[in-house]
């Protein structure tokens, strides 16, 4: 009987942890996964939920203390884009997205070598751009880049018939395969890029930070986590993977600059 109530204590304490105070700030979209990741996350927290839509609103979040937000590597820290830490520090944990190419023109990249080709892809993100030239060269293709805020965005775009091909994350293909046939992918070494997304603490004690860490491990365990975030591997900084995930960052970081 002890054991049983002991189980049902620790299940519920984790179900519900919630922390007083704490803002989760979404920079993205309301249908992309940032959006996913930060409302599972405020379900457990049981925070503010605030749907910034872009890093320069949510900036202006960024004076209170125990703020959860999600920031890409792909964006440049210029007067557009607050900057941000991104330490050992800061950091809960990343989101690394297997990428996919996908075509209701072109079912293989030897179709593309050649052609006149426009991608559906994110925006303002110098990492992609170098990826889809470097692309384009390769190919011999003519290559146009039609550029989105976010997967969802994307996904929508592509599908609404804005663009014949989309580069895009794995967790997008199977909406994309409705339209479409998926022929090459990151996680098959297909393609050499994957997008890393950064957790990420504001203001807040390195107490809370290690709160935050718990409730993201364990939800990142869940069925419905794993289902949402199909080709998409989650790291949450502990003691023994600290220094990996932070140099995984600086590099992403690097990569687009």
């Known amino acids: 009987m ?3 109530v ?3 204590i620790l299940f519920f304490s984790t179900a519900t942890a919630s922390i007083a105070g704490t803002t989760v700030v979404n920079t ?4 992309g996964g940032f959006h996913a990741a930060l409302s599972f996350i405020n379900d457990r927290i049981q925070g503010e939920y605030v749907q910034a839509g872009n890093p320069m ?3 202006s979040y960024f004076d209170k203390d125990n703020i959860v937000t999600m920031w890409s590597t792909e964006w440049p820290g210029n007067e557009e884009t607050p900057r941000v830490r991104m330490d050992e520090d800061t950091i809960i944990g990343l989101q690394v997205y297997e990428t996919v190419l996908c075509s209701r023109e072109f079912s293989s990249m030897d179709e593309m070598k050649g052609k006149n080709i426009k991608i559906a892809t994110w925006g303002d993100s110098p990492a992609v751009e ?5 692309m384009s060269a390769d190919l011999g293709s003519e290559i146009t880049i039609v550029p989105y805020d976010g997967s969802g965005a ?3 775009g592509y599908l ?3 663009a014949d091909t989309i580069f895009t994350t794995a967790t997008k293909q199977k909406k994309v395969e409705a339209d479409g046939t998926c022929f090459a992918t990151s996680a098959t070494g297909d393609l050499d890029f994957a997008f890393v997304d950064v957790i990420l603490s504001v203001n807040a004690s390195t107490d809370i930070v290690s709160q935050y860490r718990h409730i993201v491990h364990d939800l990142s365990s869940t069925t419905e986590w794993q289902a949402s975030f199909e080709g998409t591997e989650t790291y949450v900084v502990n003691s023994e993977n600290t220094d990996m995930i932070v140099e995984k960052v600086k590099s992403a970081v690097e990569l687009n600059s």
């Open 28 to 31: 993205g979209s309301d249908s």
């Open 57 to 59: 609103v949510a900036g």
């Open 160 to 162: 609404g018939g804005d």
């Open 6 to 8: 002991l189980s049902f």
């Open 2 to 4: 002890k054991n049983i």
């Open 154 to 156: 994307t996904t929508r």
């Open 130 to 134: 170098k990826f889809i030239n470097q």
